[in-house]
C-alpha cells in the first residue's frame, strides 16, 4: 500500500457529516482505498484527502464514484511516522504547494519549520514522492500569519486556508486488536426449555448434502470431528439434485467451479463441456461422495426440523422429521441460498388440469413437452435456460416475462483432452485468477475506469469481452461496471444494442429490453435465446402491459386473453438467501428463533454468524459473495474459514463461538451501506432484496463489494485474532 493525496475543489458545500457519508460508500472497501485524513475547508469548498491504497487507480476510481472526476491524485510519503501516528488537532491552516515547488521548501526545511513553531508546530507535512513539497498542516495560526512566514522563510505557498481536521474512517472492527471473552451465561437461557435430550452426540451437524455440505462435511472429517449430515433430497448435489429442468447448466466455467481440495480429482475428473449440463454435475457430487466416502455419514430424505441450543450442554439439540434426535458441539446450515422454491400465488392455480412444475422441482422422470402448449413463467436464469432448450420441441410456447433481463452469450463448447490437460497444469494459476476476480470467476476485473479511456476505446473491450465465454462482460468489464451509474448505463446500453440486431421485430425487441441496471440482477448466460422470439411458435407476452388475472383448468388468464396451455414451467425463483434457514425452528439461547431475529431482514457477521446463535456457522447464507460469484470458490472460502475458526477454538481450549451484538450490527450495516454505494442499490426489485416473495422485508441479503473483498474481509478478521467474537 501507498499514500495520494487529492485537494479538490468543491462545486457543492461540503460539511462533516458529508466526509462522514462519503467515508461509508462502498467504493473505498471495494477498491481497498483507506482515507485516514481529510482537512475540510471552514468555508466547506476546499478538501484536502489523503488515501492508502494499492495505486494511485484506485483512489481515481473512488474519487470518481464520489462524484470527484477532475481531482488530480499525487503520490506522496506522509512525513514523520505516518497517518496513524499523527496526531489530529481539531483544525489547522493548510498550506499547499501546487507543482511541488523543491526549491522554495525543501532546500529550506529547517527555515519552514522554524517559522511555523510559533503555530503550534507542524502537524504533518506532505512530500510528492519524488521528494518535493505537496501541503503541509500547521496546529494554529491565522492563514495571513502562516502565509507571510511561509513567505518570509522563502517557501511561499499557493494557497493557505484554515481547516477542520477529520479522520473519515468508519470505526471498523477489522482494524481493531483482536479481543475474546468468555461469553456471560444466561440465566434466562438456562432455563429454557429444552426438548427431550438426544441419545446421540455428535461434534456437528451439517443440514444440506450440497455443494456447501459435502465440502463441509469433507473438510470435517479431515479435522477428525464426528459430522451427521440431514439431506432432504434422496441423493446428494444439493441445486443439482433439484435443479433437472431442461438446458439446467453451471453458469461458471466449470474447471474453476469444482472442489479445489484434492488434486487427484482434479486431476481425474474428465469435464465433458465448458459449462456442465445439470446431469454432468449430478454425477460429479455423486462420484465426490462415493469416492471420499462421505455418503456414510448422510442421512437422505430427511429434514431437519428443528435445532434448539441447550445453554447447560453447550449443545444443539437437533430434531429431524423422521423422529431422529441427535445432539451436537456444532450446527453447520448448508442448507443453500437457492432452495426453497418460490410457486407465483395467482387465483386459481390449484385449479389448472394441466402439468405444473417449479424448475427448482422437476420431477426426476422427465416431463413430456414434445407437440404440447407450454407457457413458462419467469425469465431470470432458470426461465432463460428452459426457454431457450425446448422452444423448438414444444408445440407453442407462451412466455410470460415480467422484468426483460440482460443475457449475456455463454459460448459453451465441448472440453478437449488438452483443455484438461490445461487446466491440470494451469490450476494453481486457475485458482489465483479465481482469487483475484471480484466474483470468484476466471475473470478479472479492468484496472481502468469506463470513463477513463476514449469512446472506442471501451466500445471496442466491451465487444472483446462480449466475444468471449461466460462472465467475462460481467467481470472483466472496467473495474467501475457496479459502482459507477454512468459507466454502468453505457454497458447495459452496449447489451441493450446486441438484443436489438438480433430480434426481427422490433415490438418484440422493444418488450425484451431491460431498463435496469446490468448487473443489479444475476445475469443469464444464454444459447441462442434472442433468436428463440424470432420462431413462428413462440410468443412473448409482457406482464408490464397484460398481468396475468389467474390461472384456469386450461391455461393462463391475463388482462386482454387467455392463452390455452398444457404444461405450466414456473420459473419464478427462490425464497432466497434466508428461505431454508427461516422454514427450520433455530432457536438461540435466549428462546428466539432465527426466523424471529430476522423479522425485519438478515443479520449475521461476515454472513457465517449471528449473534444469540453459539456455535450456528452459515455456508453460503445471506449476507457472503455467494450471489454474485462463482459459487464453488465462495463455498470453499466459507468452509476454510469456518474449519480455521474451529482450529482457533481448539487451540484455545475453548468450545463455544458467537459474535457479539456490535460486531454483528456492524457487518450489517456494512453490507447495507456496500449496496447502497454499488448500483445495486438501485434496482432494489430482486431477490438480492427479497423483492419476489411477497411480504418479506426488502433489505440487501448479499455482500454487493464482491468474493475478492469479502474474502479479504475474512481473512482480516482470522488474520486478527477474530476480534468481534466471543470464544470461551
Ligand atoms: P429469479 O432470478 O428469481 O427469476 C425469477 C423470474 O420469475 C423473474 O423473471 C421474475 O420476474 C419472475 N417471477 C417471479 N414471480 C413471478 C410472478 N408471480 N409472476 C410473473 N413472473 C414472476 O430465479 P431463477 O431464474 O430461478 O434464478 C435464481 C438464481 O439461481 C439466479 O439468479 C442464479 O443465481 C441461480 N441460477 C443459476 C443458473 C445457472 O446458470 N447456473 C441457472 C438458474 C439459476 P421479476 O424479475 O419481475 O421478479
Known sequence: MSDYLAILDLQTLVDVAEVKRLARHGCLDIHRVSWPLCALAEDGRRMLCCYSAQDAEAVRLVLRQQGYREAAVVPITAGSGGFESMNRPDACVVAEWAGGDADGVRARADQVEAALVEFGNLVQDFARRDGTAAACLVGGGEVDRVADRLDAAGAAASR????????????????????????????????????AAAAETVDAVVIGAGMSGLGMLERLLRMGLSVRVYERGADVGGVWYWNRYPGARVDSEVYSYGYAFSDALVRDWAWQELFAAQPDLADYFRHVADRFELRGHVRFDTRVSAAVWDEASGRWQVETDTGERVAARFLIAASGSLTEPQLPDYPGIETFR???????????????????????????????????????????????QRTPTYCVPQRNRPLSDEDRTRVVAEWADILAACRKSDG????????????????????????????????????????????????NALASDFVRRKIRERVADPAVAARLMPDHPFGSKRVPLENGYYEVFNRGNVRLVDLRETPIEGVTPTGIRTTTESHPLDVIVCATGFDA??????????????????????RNGPSTFLGLLVAGFPNLFIVNGPHNAAALCNAGRCIEQNVDWIARCLDELRARGAVRVEPTPAAEAEWTEHVLDVAAGSVLGRMTNSWFYGANVPGKPRRVTIYAAGAKVYRQQCEAVAAAGYPGLMMG
Open 160 to 195: 493557505v486556508w484554515r481547516a477542520k481536521v477529520i479522520d473519515p474512517r468508519p470505526d471498523r472492527l477489522f482494524g481493531a486488536a483482536a479481543t475474546t471473552v468468555a461469553p456471560p451465561p444466561n440465566p434466562r437461557a438456562a432455563g429454557a426449555a429444552v426438548r
Open 577 to 598: 438467501g434466508t428461505g431454508a434457514l427461516t422454514r427450520i425452528h433455530i432457536q438461540g439461547k435466549d428462546g428466539t428463533t432465527l426466523a424471529d431475529r430476522w
Open 354 to 400: 394441466g402439468d405444473l412444475h417449479h424448475t427448482a422441482r422437476w420431477p426426476a422422470a422427465d416431463v413430456e413437452l414434445a407437440g404440447r402448449r407450454v407457457g413458462v413463467i419467469g425469465t431470470g436464469a432458470s426461465g432463460v435456460q428452459v426457454i431457450q432448450t425446448i422452444a423448438a420441441k414444444v408445440a407453442a410456447l407462451t412466455v410470460f
Open 440 to 487: 470468484g470467476f476466471i475473470h478479472v476485473a479492468d484496472r481502468r475506469s469506463g470513463l477513463a479511456v476514449t469512446e472506442s476505446e471501451r466500445e471496442a473491450k466491451f465487444e472483446a469481452l462480449w466475444q468471449r465465454p461466460g462472465f467475462a462482460f460481467w467481470f472483466s468489464n472496467f473495474a467501475d461496471l457496479m459502482m459507477s451509474e454512468e459507466v
